[in-house]
């Protein structure tokens, strides 16, 4: 049997295209996975700056009501980027209840402490 040379004309082309366009597919696929990634990682991160920030208003407003055991004026405070605005919600016998929210970039914190009245200690967290 005598093979044809020109039978295979043509066959190179449409296989480049085929395995280059499958190059891409995947390549685009990985591409938005990273970026994917990236733009969680970030929430977390401005989730957590945000997390330490309502905190440190709660340390502000305890030195403050140390200082000052009647002052019920909220705290505002920016730290890092991020606003924080620590206050007064509610005095009873068993404690003194904050609340802190701070905002940042797309996120937003909300955190309830009760304090002791004498010490100015935490005594409980709600978030």
Not at 1 to 19: D, E, F, S
Not at 57 to 72: D, K, S, T, V
């Amino acid at each position: 049997m005598k093979r044809r040379i020109g039978a295979q004309q043509g066959v190179a082309l449409p296989l480049t295209l085929i395995v280059t366009m499958l190059m891409m597919v995947l390549l685009t696929v990985l591409l938005s996975q990273v970026v994917n990634h990236r733009h969680s990682s970030m929430a977390e991160l401005q989730m957590a700056k945000a997390q330490y920030a309502a905190e440190s208003g709660f340390a502000r407003m305890q030195q403050h009501l140390q200082a000052e055991p009647n002052r019920r004026k909220p705290i505002r405070t920016a730290i890092n980027g991020i606003e924080v605005i620590t206050t007064v919600i509610e005095e009873e016998d068993r404690g003194i209840h904050l609340r802190s929210v701070a905002k940042g970039k797309g996120v937003q914190q909300t955190i309830h402490v009760i304090l002791d009245p004498d010490t100015m200690n935490i005594r409980q967290w709600k978030r």
